[in-house]
T-cell receptor
Framework: DAKTTQPPSMDCAEGRAANLPCNHSTISGNEYVYWYRQIHSQGPQYIIH???NNETNEMASLIITEDRKSSTLILPHATLRDTAVYYCIVRVGRNTGNQFYFGTGTSLTVIP | NAGVMQNPRHLVRRRGQEARLRCSPM?????VYWYRQLPEEGLKFMVYLQKENIIDESGMPKERFSAEFPKEGPSILRIQQVVRGDSAAYFC???????????FGSGTRLTVV
């Protein structure tokens, strides 16, 4: 029950922006969108999350459509170290105990 | 401030033995989550614990698996009578409040031979 749909794989040239899409058409009003990534079987790493406004931090930007049915994670200047599997997850943010449902994610390959 | 510490990093067990995986959450975090990742698959939730209590074990297999998070010490995921299908990476994550995102450890890779 991942509740999100992502393309299985993407390539991006080093130095370019990587735009990773995610569909979450059944998202509820109180569900947040989270992004994590997993580099080569390491533990997943938190990237960013948002509810309805666009968000930006030192790692990435998150653009959420007005109807909240989809979002895009943007890595502004991809490096080789950004090669990883990226997971888009929806989760109720303020309800104790709701776990993350990880789907199969998008495998991003940054090409030199 | 050390991150989430899991040990051992690698664990090899023969079929029928017991596996004990340990997770020390980040300082100040009282919520712990365990996930399992089979080869070439995504992470699957197993159990959510808060100090001395199991909050949600809906992802735990009904037999052979148990988890605890005592008042003192690390959280323990215990697998009795391991089988080859238990071979996987087991990740622990911790959170200060169980509400927002949480931090993962580096995982324990269990191999059953």
């Amino acid at each position: 029950d991942a509740k999100t749909t992502q393309p299985p794989s993407m390539d991006c040239a080093e130095g370019r922006a990587a735009n990773l899409p995610c569909n979450h058409s059944t998202i509820s009003g109180n569900e947040y969108v989270y992004w994590y990534r997993q580099i080569h079987s390491q533990g997943p790493q938190y990237i960013i999350h948002g509810l309805k406004n666009n968000e930006t931090n030192e790692m990435a930007s998150l653009i959420i459509t007005e109807d909240r049915k989809s979002s895009t994670l943007i890595l502004p200047h991809a490096t080789l170290r950004d090669t990883a599997v990226y997971y888009c997850i929806v989760r109720v943010g303020r309800n104790t105990g709701n776990q993350f449902y990880f789907g199969t994610g998008t495998s991003l390959t940054v090409i030199p | 401030n050390a991150g989430v510490m899991q040990n051992p990093r690698h664990l090899v067990r023969r079929r029928g033995q017991e596996a004990r995986l340990r997770c020390s959450p980040m300082k100040g975090h009282s919520h712990v989550y365990w996930y399992r990742q089979l080869p070439e698959e995504g992470l699957k939730f197993m159990v959510y614990l808060q100090k001395e209590n199991i909050i949600d074990e809906s992802g735990m297999p009904k037999e052979r698996f148990s988890a605890e998070f005592p008042k003192e010490g690390p959280s323990i995921l215990r697998i009795q009578q391991v089988v080859r299908g238990d071979s996987a990476a087991y990740f622990c994550a911790s959170s200060p409040d169980g509400i927002l995102g949480y931090t993962f450890g580096s995982g324990t890779r269990l191999t059953v031979v």
